[in-house]
Nanobody, 124 residues
Framework: QVQLVESGGGLVQAGGSLRLSCAAS????????MAWFRQAPGKEREFVAG????????YYSDFAKGRFTASRDNAENTVYLQLNSLKPEDTAVYYC?????????????????WGPGTQVTVSS
């Protein structure tokens, strides 16, 4: 099992930036794939970006391309999500998740472990 804790959310004006962090602990070697999801009020949880602990695999949903950047620090067991050019429609709880395998997993059911989430609110 892997424990995940997100941080870095907050209130920001449209056009602003935030950097989210996700600290992983436990048996991280059993979860080679990490991802960021988000869930807005009244909407389903959706995939934002995925990144693996090993290799160069980083992939994004269409709405995230060009504005969001995922990265990792293996020494710190931490993954990051840089959010730039934020829009009010980016307002959501952002979750970090870990998957035991798969090729570029992007579905909620493919991920076994989840953090509690961090709130991102973008004002217009």
């Amino acid at each position: 099992q892997v424990q995940l804790v997100e941080s870095g959310g907050g209130l920001v004006q449209a056009g602003g930036s935030l950097r989210l962090s996700c600290a992983a602990s436990g048996r991280t070697f059993t979860r080679p794939n990490m991802a960021w999801f988000r869930q807005a009020p009244g909407k389903e949880r959706e995939f934002v970006a995925g990144i693996s602990w090993v290799g160069a695999s980083i992939y994004y949903s269409d709405f995230a391309k060009g504005r969001f950047t995922a990265s990792r620090d293996n020494a710190e067991n931490t993954v990051y999500l840089q959010l730039n050019s934020l829009k009010p429609e980016d307002t959501a709880v952002y979750y970090c998740a870990a998957a035991p395998g798969g090729r570029k997993p992007s579905r909620v059911y493919e991920y076994d472990d989840w953090g509690p989430g961090t709130q991102v609110t973008v004002s217009s």
